[in-house]
């Protein structure tokens, strides 16, 4: 009797816990029912919405393709340099993405106030991080519209001076005439003193001669001048003019002052350095050096100033 009542309870146990596990999963049956039933239910309800937003979205991106398309046509016939045109269309078609999303989750009826503030947070953290780069954006920009340059130009900026390589929108580079290339951040160049030498058809070449006291200045102006009119790269308008500039402690200062081209600088200016120094040499026309003049007392002289 013992063993049998034993077996029966055994059974009866198993039987109960067979009957709890078949309740629980038949909750978790009816839970995922209703999950699925909730679920549908919405979609149901928001189904119009989706294919709204769905074609919302589609429409948009083929919009912003045209666009994008667009711009660059414009971008290529302006005088923007290639690396800053490719950027700037990007930048519209990241953009034009963006609005599209942003018009489709309001289509869904997303809060834009969550997505607004979302954006505005990784917009700071963004701009926080990239402090230098967005300053240097910023002014590639600022070059990009105003133009103080172009590709090729002869400009000095920020203690460099050389030809325009690349506008690029972070950075400036320039060939330096022993051939170096200077990269410089575009948030120095827009603040920066610049000079553009090449804007200008012309420029003007300013050089001093230095004669002495003793020396005929008619005699050396002449030769200055004759050495100008000889010289074809100097323009003869505006006007050379040769006058004296200064009176220094052991020379007269001639100032020269020429017009040429921009591309024939620098060919003119050793073309009249060399030259002028060979027409005073021919005319003997001394070209002086730096003279101290020493005064010695006899020492005699300084006993019998004392006696």
Known sequence: MTDFAAVMNFLNNGRTVSADSADSLYDKVEKAEGF?????????????????????????????????????????????????????VSLVRVLLYIVVVIMALSVLKVPMSSIITILGAAG???????????????????ILF???????????????????STIGILYTKITTFDGKTVSIPNGKVSDA????????????????????????????????????CADGLILKEPAPMVRIGAHNESSLSIDTLVWVKNDDYYTARY????????????????????QLDVHMKDKTDEKNSHN
């Open 271 to 290: 073309n009249m350095l060399e030259n002028v120094k060979k027409a005073f040499e021919e005319n003997g026309i001394q070209i002086p050096f730096p």
């Open 193 to 228: 003193k610049i000079i553009n030498y090449t804007e200008t058809p012309t420029r003007r070449i300013d050089l001093q001669f230095q004669i002495s006291y003793s020396a005929d200045f008619d005699k050396a102006r002449a030769a200055v001048l004759e050495v100008i």
């Open 36 to 88: 699925l039933e909730t679920a549908a239910a919405y979609v149901k309800d928001a189904l119009p919405s989706i294919i709204v937003a769905v074609i919302v979205l589609v429409l948009g991106i083929l919009a912003a393709k045209f666009i994008t398309k667009l711009t660059g046509k414009a971008v290529s016939r302006s005088n923007i340099d290639n690396a800053a045109g490719h950027f700037l």
């Open 146 to 164: 105003s133009k103080p340059f172009s590709a090729g130009d002869l400009i000095e900026v920020d203690g460099s001076l050389g030809k325009v």
């Open 124 to 142: 700071l953290a963004v701009s926080l991080a990239l402090q230098n780069c967005l300053s240097n954006l910023c002014g590639g920009f600022i």
